[in-house]
């Protein structure tokens, strides 16, 4: 990658909110040796530190404190940027899949962030508090191109590399992430929100490589799909977190980011953001540290809303005719690890339902409300599941603010699947509806989500390319 030109950020990220305050990070891209200007608050001046360092160009970040039940601001360089707060009505932003596989960073700017200019528009007529980021932050499919030993990743590999080759690999993979980060950031819209909405994260297979933790163990577990795995975290933590090891913010579960699980609560919303990949496999969606963590959450008390972040939908039709499809079908084996990639794989099926069951739980106490919030798919559609006392458990899934949009066939074939219902958890029936104004159950378009709180209500709205703004939702 060639030298960094010109300074990107501040982007915020939301550390945690305690006491009534929020702990802020705003990251910084410099030039090689540049250092950013201070953020100044009315109560103090932090000036950046580095926290890592790459051929050309420099990380810095800057962690202050900000009200969290109010409106406040802060200054940078000379500009003032104005944040909502978390305090009484709030909206909140969700997007997912903010790229493609192949080419990405070749698009027009024009066509490939235009909803970003339309939720920057969103924003300046009703500011967001937070901005939810579900999965596939970036598509870094392609790092892997361009070195010996990753070229034909993960078709073939070496079996066997030197320690100085696959030192040599990190490098270039690490410039390579980098590189993506930078070109979703730039993007105008993006950067507009950015600076002025806390993001919380959450990271999905394309922010590694396409199907991680879906592919076979030879390759995962492999030299090079460690290497892989390990730049794409390093990555990960800083330009998704503004965070590096050992340095993680209070809301991660754990300390040494074995597993990137968080949680954030304010008065009356509580966000959960599983880590759905650290530990994923072709037989678990969560591993030893994730479950317990998240059995934790659901034990306890929690008034208000949660809000579950699953990168990949844990409502969804039944999947198991589609695998023996592909497994009966040679010309279509090619997808099996995109839908073992799902909750409702055959493969995953006790996990399944044992995440069904700790939501559910969630939602027993009077006071307590559980929504999902999902990505992945590139369709928009939302999904309902029967709980105790009348209760129903929401899932909103929108998919992609910048991929377009599969064919409409496709958005037909899982309508069918999802008109024959599932009911994975006795006595709790799921079933996908469409989403208010549209006639089918899945809508090709790209598309944003936001939530909003008023006056004690949740509701829903999409933001679709063609259709607009759909009529809300009431949760």
Not at 378 to 384: D, P
Request: one cysteine or more; glycine letters at 8%; hydrophobic letters at 40%.
């Amino acid at each position: 990658m060639e030298a960094l030109q010109a300074p990107l950020g501040p982007i915020l990220i939301l550390d945690d909110v305690c006491e009534g305050r929020m702990a802020l990070a705003a990251l910084f891209v410099m030039p090689r040796d540049d250092v950013p200007a201070p953020i100044e608050t009315e109560h103090e001046t932090v000036a950046p530190d580095r926290i890592a360092r790459y051929r050309g160009a420099d990380i810095y970040r800057a962690r202050f404190i900000l009200p969290a039940d109010e409106p406040s601001a802060y200054q940078w360089n000379g500009q003032r940027f104005d944040l909502a707060g978390l305090g009484g009505d709030l909206r909140i932003a969700y997007v997912s899949c903010n790229g493609e596989e192949h080419g990405d960073l070749d698009r027009p700017g024009e066509e490939r962030d235009v909803m970003w200019a339309r939720l920057a528009e969103d924003h300046d007529e009703v500011p967001f508090s937070l901005l939810l980021h579900g999965g596939d932050q970036v598509y870094a499919d392609e790092v892997t191109l361009g070195h010996p030993l990753s070229e034909n990743w993960p078709d073939r590999i070496p079996r066997d590399p030197s320690r100085a080759d696959l030192a040599e690999l990190r490098a270039h993979l690490r410039e390579r992430f980098m590189e993506r980060y930078l070109a979703v950031y730039r993007c105008p819209g993006m950067a507009h929100v950015a600076a002025r909405v806390p993001s919380l994260m959450q990271w999905d297979d394309h922010d590694i490589c396409d199907g991680w933790g879906s592919l076979r163990r030879s390759r995962t577990y492999s030299p090079v799909g460690q290497t892989l795995f390990d730049a794409a975290r390093e990555a990960a933590l800083l330009f998704q977190h503004a965070a590096t090891d050992g340095d993680l913010p209070a809301r991660f579960a754990d300390p040494l980011g074995l597993h990137l699980g968080w949680q954030v609560t304010a008065p009356g919303l509580r966000i959960l953001g599983p880590d759905l990949r650290s530990e994923r496999s072709r037989r678990e969606v969560m591993g030893q540290r994730g479950w317990p963590w998240i059995e934790n959450a659901a034990r306890a008390s929690a008034p208000g809303r949660t809000l579950v972040m699953s990168s990949v939908p844990l409502l969804g039709p039944r999947l198991s005719l589609l695998e023996l499809l592909m497994v009966l079908t040679p010309s279509m084996q090619k997808y099996e690890d995109d839908l073992r990639d799902q909750w409702q794989s055959r493969a995953h099926r006790g996990s399944w339902i044992q995440m069904l069951a700790l939501m559910a739980r969630i939602a027993e106490p009077p006071d307590q409300q559980v929504t999902i919030l999902s990505g992945e798919i590139h369709l928009a559609t939302r999904g309902e599941m029967t709980l105790a006392e009348g209760k129903v458990m929401h899932q909103l899934v929108a998919s992609g603010i910048a991929h377009r949009a599969p064919p409409q066939v496709w958005a037909r074939v899982l309508g069918a699947l999802a008109w024959m219902g599932e009911s994975p958890l006795p006595g709790h029936p799921v079933r996908i509806r469409p989403i208010p104004g549209q006639p089918r159950r899945y809508v090709a378009e790209r598309n944003y989500l936001t939530l909003e709180h008023k006056g004690g209500d949740w509701s829903a709205r999409w933001v679709l390319e063609e259709s607009g703004r759909a009529p809300p939702l009431m949760l």
